[in-house]
């Protein structure tokens, strides 16, 4: 049946029609708070009663997003049936001529996910209950170790083996350079998006290619062999660079390497293959499947990150996850904490649906954001455990929200000595 737009009908004269033609979209609006940092939600409403929530947060752009929808895909919702995901995804998609990009893809991602809200919220079953059921019961995460020196690093590494995280990603400063990727002032929550206008670090790769190796060998002699550790590069080498960052890592067998290099030239990552064994994650800036179709099919990464809110939602995640396990390539999404608690409970319904779930990053929100997305997740035992309640377990309270008005903010930018933009 082809799903022509409608006139918008009345709730009585969709009550007429009776519940099981569907779930008409009724009404649907962006809201965007700061709870410590921006969060974009879309809440689309139908005529059942029921509502679905999704996330639309773009760190550094979040109200490109917030106008994308208002003013070009919203118009396009109302009346159509809440049910008819893949063809309103497609008409998003296919509809908007211009195809892919963050904005565009967070923004459809935004509607997918409170589609399938609603979806599951109807049928009264946890999302993961509809993309195929349970592959497992909880979800291995990993928390971010970060220090300003190698000690202190180490020192925060164990406190989580002591919390039970299995896996512990290590970051830490740079001897010279006054602030880096990865680490933050608060050990527990790391939010890099810091000024009202980009904060510009200088950046030293030879300090940084000195310093990592010795972060490591620290760390194993600390941790034991037992902890999965992981490292971010961020997308700050060569890929000669990353191949012997990567051979030099090899004696404390990382569990990946990720973002090695930028991500735009897949070919990069054929050359550092050439030169390490170290496993290599990558695509939490990808957007589409179309970003990441030749790293998987020539097994050139071993874990992919793309995200449900900026690879299209649960429907395109789906489809990158299953077109990776036909290569033997593993799910390691992105979990920062720009990424709201919708994104994570959805995350963690899709990574619980799929036979080649990886690894779930997960930097903790803090309370205040909690408090505006209350939420089922749990952690156990370095798992983290989807809600069982009907839809994606998860909610946003606009009461707080709107305590929270938008505050604008960036992500830093990084210079080299010689005054050259670099990649942050
Ligand atoms: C990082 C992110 O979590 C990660 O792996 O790459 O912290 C990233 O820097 C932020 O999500 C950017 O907004
Ligand atoms: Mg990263």
Known sequence: MLHTVPAPQSPAQNASQGASQGAR???????????????????????????????????????????????????????????????????????????????????????????????????????????????????????????????????????????????????????????????????????????????????????????????????????????????????????????????????????????????ENQDNFRLIRQHTTTPLAVGEIFSSLWDCKDLIQNQLVDYIRATVVHAGGVTHLKRIAAFADVYGVRTGCHGATDLSPITMSAALHVGRSIPNFGIQEYMRHTEATDEVFPHGYHFKDGLLYASETPGLGVDIDEEKAAKYPYQRAYLPVNRLKDGTLFNW
């Open 25 to 263: 979209i009724l009404s649907a609006r962006v809201i965007v708070t700061c709870p410590g940092r921006n969060f974009v939600t879309l809440k689309i409403e139908t005529d059942q009663g029921v509502y679905g929530v999704g996330d639309a947060t773009l760190n550094g752009r979040e109200l490109a997003v917030a106008s994308y929808l208002e003013d070009h895909v919203i118009p396009c919702l109302i009346g159509r049936d809440a049910h008819a995901i893949e063809d309103i995804w497609q008409y998003l998609y296919r509809g908007a001529y211009w195809r892919r990009g963050p904005v565009t893809m967070t923004a459809i991602a935004a509607v997918d996910m409170a589609l399938w809200d609603i979806k599951a919220k109807i049928a009264g079953l946890p999302l993961y209950q509809l993309l195929g059921g349970a592959c497992r019961e909880g979800m291995m995460v990993y928390g971010h170790a970060n220090g300003v020196s190698i000690e202190e690093t180490v020192e925060v590494a164990q406190s989580y083996k002591e919390k039970g995280y299995k896996a512990i990603r290590l970051q830490c400063g740079v001897p010279g350079l006054n602030s880096t990727y990865g680490v933050s002032k608060d050990k527990m929550f790391y939010e890099p998006a810091d000024a009202d206008l980009p904060t510009e670090n200088l950046w030293d790769t030879e300090a940084y290619m000195r310093v990592v190796p010795k972060l490591f060998a620290a760390a194993r002699e600390a941790l034991g062999d037992e902890p999965h550790l992981l490292h971010d590069v961020h997308h700050r080498l060569s890929p000669i660079e990353a191949g012997r960052l990567g051979r030099d890592l090899e004696p404390y067998r990382p569990f990946w390497m990720e973002d090695a290099v930028v991500a």
